[in-house]
């Protein structure tokens, strides 16, 4: 309900999870934001106010929001979601109009997404206006030639050269010396107050054309780093605008109507049209199509659909055409709930990033106090020109911004999940992306994972007059009647053999429990069982015995096909190991991450899986909490990953490091349970999941030494009286830019790598 239309939802009215560490129920559109003040408890109730703020694009503006709301009575939790420019604010005031007037007063000029109807408005389609541009190179060529002149004339502060340098910041640096202002005022140390504090203390000591260069780089800096943000947002953008808007639906006249696709209903029939892209989820109820999933699973080849297979939003149709049963509305869409993953997944501090923070927190009051004392200590006690310092603690001030430090982690991160993302791997934090590299072992479950989680006919060993074919199609004759998924996959092993012969017609048909069946094809009885069934016929002979035992052995099922006249034939069933396996797992062991699997299978058939698959520690009979166990006690000799279905192995996903979902595409609990989800069922993106894991640790260290290293450079020069405002403004801008370029190559990590 609203709150004196003000567009706040209170707290009874909301729906889904908070993202607020209270884990109270609010409105799904608060997901994904980024949690500040983890400690604050919620009351029972409360209201939640969104707003964009179309110029909040780095932690410089978080921490004047910070200050400026966070001591508002009524105001209970901020929450940020830089890339979407979104602020959360959870509170008990009657209306918002409070919220509003302190947001406005620091410049932030916010827009309420409740009162526009709960939807997202656009993100600016230039972040950057080309008017800003122009004006831009007007304030340039007035700095420069300020410069120009100066070095031509040795003079500092003639009317030309203050005529210059005052057109500079005026054409061109207004907006930048406004928020420095409102963070004066707001006792904010910010990038943006140094530079205020660095241009006037300039031109007070008459160094125009360098206060004119100096506010001239760094907005030219600003803008350039705005635009290269642009490109993690449309990363994530990408995600959410894959789905197309509008769906032909059959209607209750039996005519096809081209809806918005937001409005179509579980339940209502869809058609897609060759080359369209695929509204929503559902299943196929007619017509047939090969379908491009690379969109949601990461698969590089498409998939043929027909008649009661699933199909998702935003997957790309080819050639053919068919029609559709939806089976979930526009906001509930496996494309959305990946969307909301990612969203709230790059809102989450990573590890480096909560350090860099509480770094940043320290680290800039006390270069402030470093300058302050580096401009009154040499003259006061040395007689030291005051002029000299006064412009060397200038210097201090603009290197100090910790801004390469404190961007370049949460840009990192998004760059690596959004890679992700589109490789078919979801991954639901930084926590995850980072620590994935630490992983010391990673634990299987056998059925479903590292099995296809189906039987499928593996051996046919003839044992009387008819061959290997002639066997399988009077098995797959008599197990066509039958409903035991073993009989379903000799059916299916005879359909795919691609003989086209009917089945044979089966009179007589009997089901014999805990044994098999029988029935008569042309006048013969036949059987198919276990051996118990051929024990009870009496037909039991040294060699049955001696190939049921080296089946089994192989972890197999050992299914006889018997007639009146005696053994016919063996027909092996097994769960097969998919068909990547092995080398996944030899990729994983050149990372150094050791493998074990757990199963509740039998032992011999877990130890026959794991030689396949290349894992030498295979543990069988397994119950749910001997899983757990089995995590806990790996996790004495490091950090464990487990990898599941998502369904049955939910506990020790839980209980892992991380834990992986195997298919987890159209599967909710899959999605809800894992920290990583694999959208489809290759497991050659766990390596490659490690592999972005060690890129992105390798990229935020290199960010991070790199920053410190230079600052400290500057530093040192500074202190000697090398350095100048606009040399300090290259290392800070500068570093910035560089870390920012270095995080965004993370976007183009599994280019070329489609599996």
Same mark, same amino acid.
């Given at each position: 309900?609203?709150?004196?239309?003000?567009?706040?939802?209170?707290?009874?009215?909301?729906?889904?999870?908070?993202?607020?560490?209270?884990?109270?129920? *609010?409105?799904?559109?608060?997901?994904?934001?980024?949690?500040?003040?983890?400690?604050?408890?919620?009351?029972?109730?409360?209201?939640?106010? =969104? /707003?964009?703020?179309?110029?909040?694009?780095?932690?410089?503006?978080?921490?004047?929001?910070?200050?400026?709301?966070?001591?508002?009575?009524?105001?209970?939790?901020?929450?940020?979601?830089?890339?979407?420019?979104?602020?959360?604010?959870?509170?008990?005031?009657?209306?918002?109009?409070?919220?509003?007037?302190?947001?406005?007063? %620091?410049?932030?000029?916010?827009?309420?997404?409740?009162?526009?109807?709960?939807?997202?408005?656009?993100?600016?389609?230039?972040?950057? #206006?080309?008017?800003?541009?122009?004006?831009?190179?007007?304030?340039?060529?007035?700095?420069?030639?300020?410069?120009?002149?100066?070095?031509?004339?040795?003079?500092?502060?003639? #009317?030309?050269?203050?005529?210059?340098?005052?057109?500079?910041?005026?054409?061109?640096?207004?907006?930048?010396?406004?928020?420095?202002? %409102?963070?004066?005022?707001?006792?904010?140390?910010?990038?943006?107050?140094?530079?205020?504090?660095?241009?006037?203390?300039?031109?007070? %000591?008459?160094?125009?054309?360098?206060?004119?260069?100096?506010?001239?780089?760094?907005?030219?800096?600003?803008?350039?780093?705005?635009?290269?943000?642009?490109?993690?947002?449309?990363?994530?953008?990408?995600?959410?605008?894959?789905?197309?808007?509008?769906?032909?639906?059959?209607?209750?006249?039996?005519?096809?109507?081209?809806?918005?696709?937001?409005? *179509?209903?579980?339940?209502?029939?869809?058609?897609?049209?060759?080359?369209?892209?695929?509204?929503?989820?559902?299943? *196929?109820?007619?017509?047939?199509?090969?379908?491009?999933?690379?969109?949601?699973?990461?698969?590089?080849?498409?998939?043929?659909?027909?008649?009661?297979?699933?199909?998702?939003?935003?997957?790309?149709?080819?050639?053919?055409?068919?029609?559709?049963?939806?089976?979930?509305? @526009?906001?509930?869409?496996?494309?959305?709930?990946?969307?909301?993953?990612?969203?709230?997944?790059?809102?989450?501090?990573?590890?480096?990033?909560?350090?860099?923070?509480?770094?940043?927190? @320290? @680290?800039?009051?006390?270069?402030?106090?470093?300058?302050?004392?580096?401009?009154?200590?040499?003259?006061?006690?040395?007689?030291?020109?005051?002029?000299?310092?006064?412009?060397?603690?200038?210097?201090?001030?603009?290197?100090?911004?910790?801004?390469?430090?404190?961007?370049?982690?949460?840009?990192? &991160?998004?760059?690596?999940?959004?890679?992700?993302?589109?490789?078919?791997?979801?991954?639901?934090?930084?926590?995850?992306?980072?620590?994935?590299?630490?992983?010391?072992?990673?634990?299987?479950?056998?059925?479903?994972?590292?099995?296809?989680?189906?039987?499928?006919?593996?051996?046919?060993?003839?044992?009387?007059?008819?061959?290997?074919?002639?066997?399988?199609?009077?098995?797959?004759?008599?197990?066509?009647?039958?409903?035991?998924?073993?009989?379903?996959?000799?059916?299916? =092993?005879?359909?795919?053999?691609?003989?086209?012969?009917?089945?044979?017609?089966?009179?007589?048909?009997?089901?014999?429990?805990?044994?098999? &069946?029988?029935?008569?094809?042309?006048?013969?009885? @036949?059987?198919?069982?276990?051996?118990?069934?051929?024990?009870?016929?009496?037909?039991?002979?040294?060699?049955?015995?001696?190939? *049921?035992?080296?089946?089994?052995?192989?972890?197999?099922?050992?299914? %006889?096909?018997?007639?009146?006249?005696?053994?016919?034939?063996?027909?092996?069933?097994?769960?097969?190991?998919?068909?990547?396996?092995?080398?996944?797992?030899?990729?994983?062991?050149?990372?150094?991450?050791?493998?074990?699997?757990?199963?509740?299978?039998?032992?011999?058939?877990?130890?026959?899986?794991?030689?396949?698959?290349?894992?030498?520690?295979? =543990?069988?009979?397994?119950?749910?909490?001997?899983?757990?166990?089995?995590?806990?006690?790996?996790?004495?000799?490091?950090?464990?990953?487990?990898?599941?279905?998502?369904?049955?192995?939910?506990?020790?996903?839980?209980?892992?490091?991380?834990?992986?979902?195997?298919?987890?595409?159209?599967?909710?609990?899959?999605?809800?349970?894992?920290?990583?989800?694999?959208?489809?069922?290759?497991?050659?993106?766990?390596?490659?999941?490690?592999?972005?894991?060690?890129?992105?640790?390798?990229?935020?260290?290199?960010?991070?030494?790199?920053?410190?290293?230079?600052?400290?450079?500057? /530093?040192?020069?500074?202190?000697?009286?090398?350095?100048?405002?606009?040399?300090?403004?290259?290392?800070?801008?500068?570093?910035?830019?560089?870390?920012?370029?270095?995080?965004?190559?993370?976007?183009?990590?599994?280019?070329?790598?489609?599996?």
């Amino acid at each position: 309900m609203n709150a004196s239309g003000n567009g706040t939802e209170t707290r009874e009215a909301a729906q889904g999870k908070c993202s607020c560490s209270c884990r109270h129920e *609010v409105e799904p559109e608060t997901e994904g934001t980024q949690v500040s003040q983890p400690d604050v408890v919620l009351p029972d109730t409360f209201r939640v106010a =969104r /707003f964009r703020i179309e110029h909040m694009d780095c932690p410089v503006e978080e921490r004047l929001i910070r200050n400026k709301l966070g001591n508002v009575p009524g105001i209970l939790k901020l929450e940020f979601n830089l890339l979407e420019r979104e602020l959360t604010v959870c509170h008990t005031l009657e209306d918002t109009s409070r919220i509003v007037a302190s947001l406005d007063a %620091i410049g932030m000029n916010p827009s309420d997404l409740h009162g526009n109807g709960g939807q997202r408005p656009e993100l600016a389609t230039l972040s950057v #206006p080309v008017a800003t541009w122009w004006l831009l190179g007007i304030s340039g060529a007035a700095a420069l030639g300020s410069e120009a002149a100066a070095w031509a004339t040795g003079v500092e502060s003639s #009317p030309l050269i203050i005529g210059l340098a005052l057109a500079s910041i005026a054409c061109g640096s207004l907006p930048t010396l406004k928020k420095g202002w %409102i963070a004066l005022k707001s006792l904010t140390l910010n990038i943006s107050f140094l530079m205020l504090v660095a241009t006037t203390g300039a031109i007070a %000591i008459g160094q125009w054309p360098e206060a004119a260069v100096v506010i001239w780089l760094f907005t030219l800096a600003e803008k350039i780093e705005a635009l290269s943000l642009d490109r993690a947002r449309n990363a994530i953008r990408r995600l959410m605008t894959v789905a197309p808007e509008t769906a032909a639906v059959l209607d209750d006249n039996g005519e096809w109507q081209e809806v918005a696709a937001r409005t *179509v209903m579980p339940g209502q029939t869809v058609r897609v049209r060759p080359g369209e892209r695929i509204p929503l989820d559902g299943v *196929v109820a007619s017509g047939w199509s090969s379908v491009d999933q690379s969109s949601i699973t990461g698969e590089s080849m498409p998939v043929d659909k027909a008649a009661g297979d699933g199909v998702f939003a935003g997957t790309l149709n080819g050639n053919g055409s068919f029609d559709f049963r939806v089976t979930g509305d @526009y906001e509930h869409t496996t494309l959305s709930r990946i969307v909301s993953a990612v969203q709230k997944a790059q809102s989450e501090r990573a590890p480096t990033q909560r350090f860099v923070d509480t770094f940043a927190r @320290y @680290y800039t009051p006390s270069v402030v106090v470093a300058a302050m004392l580096v401009a009154l200590l040499p003259p006061l006690f040395l007689g030291a020109e005051w002029h000299a310092w006064i412009y060397n603690a200038l210097v201090m001030l603009v290197i100090s911004c910790p801004c390469a430090l404190v961007i370049s982690t949460p840009v990192t &991160v998004v760059s690596g999940l959004a890679a992700a993302a589109h490789h078919g791997i979801l991954i639901k934090g930084g926590a995850y992306l980072e620590s994935g590299r630490k992983l010391t072992f990673l634990a299987f479950d056998k059925t479903g994972t590292l099995t296809a989680g189906k039987p499928a006919v593996t051996d046919i060993v003839p044992l009387g007059a008819l061959d290997g074919g002639e066997a399988l199609y009077l098995a797959a004759s008599l197990d066509a009647h039958a409903s035991h998924p073993v009989a379903w996959s000799i059916v299916g =092993r005879w359909k795919d053999s691609g003989q086209g012969r009917a089945l044979l017609p089966v009179t007589g048909f009997r089901n014999l429990p805990g044994h098999g &069946v029988s029935g008569e094809i042309n006048g013969q009885c @036949y059987y198919i069982g276990n051996q118990r069934l051929v024990e009870q016929l009496g037909l039991q002979t040294p060699l049955l015995e001696r190939e *049921v035992q080296r089946l089994e052995l192989q972890g197999k099922t050992a299914v %006889i096909l018997a007639g009146s006249s005696g053994l016919l034939a063996v027909i092996a069933v097994a769960d097969t190991l998919r068909g990547h396996a092995r080398q996944a797992i030899d990729e994983l062991k050149s990372l150094g991450v050791k493998t074990v699997m757990l199963s509740g299978d039998n032992l011999r058939t877990a130890r026959a899986i794991g030689q396949g698959a290349g894992i030498e520690d295979a =543990r069988g009979n397994l119950l749910p909490e001997e899983k757990l166990d089995a995590i806990a006690e790996l996790q004495r000799s490091g950090p464990v990953g487990m990898v599941g279905d998502g369904i049955n192995d939910a506990p020790a996903l839980a209980k892992a490091d991380i834990g992986f979902a195997m298919g987890a595409a159209g599967t909710d609990s899959a999605l809800e349970t894992a920290d990583v989800a694999l959208m489809d069922d290759d497991l050659r993106k766990l390596p490659d999941f490690i592999r972005l894991s060690h890129r992105t640790g390798r990229l935020l260290a290199q960010n991070i030494i790199f920053a410190l290293t230079t600052k400290a450079v500057f /530093f040192g020069l500074t202190l000697v009286g090398d350095a100048t405002l606009w040399m300090a403004v290259f290392a800070d801008m500068g570093v910035s830019l560089l870390v920012v370029f270095n995080s965004l190559r993370l976007l183009g990590f599994f280019n070329g790598k489609a599996r």
